[in-house]
């Protein structure tokens, strides 16, 4: 019963899932018309379906302008998230089920719509009932200077070149966008065109090399090239049946390091998954069902501090029964020092087996992505829209500037390497890939003294 209280209130309260209808329950019947009601009946508390001629901007419940504001807008995506999930809907009857996972999907495609400001200020103009016409025409001007671009994108070759471009090409896009603002503004909708137009060439050419610019899952790579990573296979049932379900870093022929939250009670199944006799570890392979060497886990140590709820302390020592046999397939890594910390727009290689797309299968290759730090502040800011904390050993990795480049599941525990030292673990994120929500690590310097304390008295 309380549950229902809250779900109608946030409706009246915030005015965050607040739409206008004209039905009747399709549940009760009660008369809803001509009046304003949120998400769901007031009599039986039935989930109403999507009205899908209501626009993104009061699906999500902002301002319909250019100028959003991208923390109101993550806080009320937040909320329609969390009562709309389908998992909220597992009890409830099949055709409300269906609707859940309608009004989810049209909340998401909302977000992730309003969110990029190309596809804000196309849908703006979709709304007026105009479109960017394919033969829109640019200036010759323009097209030149965007050939240049290219050019030297091509043919960066350093860190320091590629983020000297890439924080020239934001500066231009920041300009656009002011400039599409007062546009909306004026009701000029030609000059609207024109600019989201030149917007498309700079949202869509490279950013960064190729090899730079694959996101989630990232270019497929081999582990000759990262021998350090380790796979974690769980067998959650006491089956036999084991499958990569983290990934690690070697550290000595005994000892891997990887995320603690891979290692808890699962309320799911029942069982505890700190004990040993549940995983295996992987190593010497690319692939994450076949190849290498397996080695039964004889020991598995969470850090003594570690938060479940907020993911501090997100860290743990593995000691292996048999020793690793270090070759070309498989080494040990180095992570750095006490107290060091790695400076923010700095860029970084991730590696792992996670999914390449959200909601996607995993790959069976290991791959590879390149994604830069971000600002603690910034990201501190970012999550805090959500309750999250990010606490001092913890740091942000992405891109903020567009979706895609992340770690996701399966990747947890995985090494983020800046200059060949792995600086941190795939710990945690808000969704995979979604650019105002960049992954969260395990700063690794904060615990180095813990990890070589632990690996020296557990042999």
Sequence with gaps: MAFRYILRNIGVKSNIINHYRYISCWSCGTDINNSVVNLF???????????KNVSYFKIIGVNETYDLDEIELAKKFKVLQKYLHPDKYGNKSKHEQEISEQYSSLVNEAYKTLLE??????????????????????DQEFLMMIME?????????????????NKENKTIIKDLQKKLSKAFFDGDLNRVTKLLSQMKYYTTQPRLPIAFTRVLGGAPTSITQYPILAQLLLDPWATNQYSQHCAGVILTSRH???????????????????????????????YRTR??????????IPHPSFDKYY?????????VATPIMMSKFARQGTITKPGTDVAASSLCTLVGWG?????????????????????????????????????DSMFCAGNLEMDGIDGCYGDSGGPLIYKGVVVGLVSFGYGCGLRYYPGVYTKLSHFTDWIIKTIATNK
């Design 256 to 286: 891997v390091i990887s995320t603690a939250h891979c290692f808890q009670y699962n309320e799911n199944t029942g069982r505890n998954y700190t004990k040993p006799y549940h995983w295996k570890v992987r190593v010497g392979s690319s």
């Design 311 to 319: 993911y501090k302390n997100d860290v743990a020592v593995l000691v």
């Design 41 to 51: 009946c007031s009599k039986c508390n039935a989930l109403q379906q999507p009205d």
């Design 117 to 138: 400001p190309l596809a804000r200020g196309i849908y703006m103009l979709k709304l007026q009932g105009k479109e960017i016409p394919e033969n829109t025409e640019v």
């Design 149 to 165: 671009r290219n050019e030297e994108v091509e043919n960066a070759d350093s860190e320091e070149e590629i983020m000297k471009l």
């Design 355 to 391: 999914a390449t797309q959200r909601g996607g299968p995993q790959p069976d290759q290991l791959q590879y992505t390149v994604m830069v730090t971000i600002d603690q502040q910034e990201c501190i800011m970012r999550y805090n829209t959500i309750g999250a904390i990010i606490a």
């Design 291 to 300: 190849g290498g060497v397996l080695h039964r886990v004889k020991n598995i």
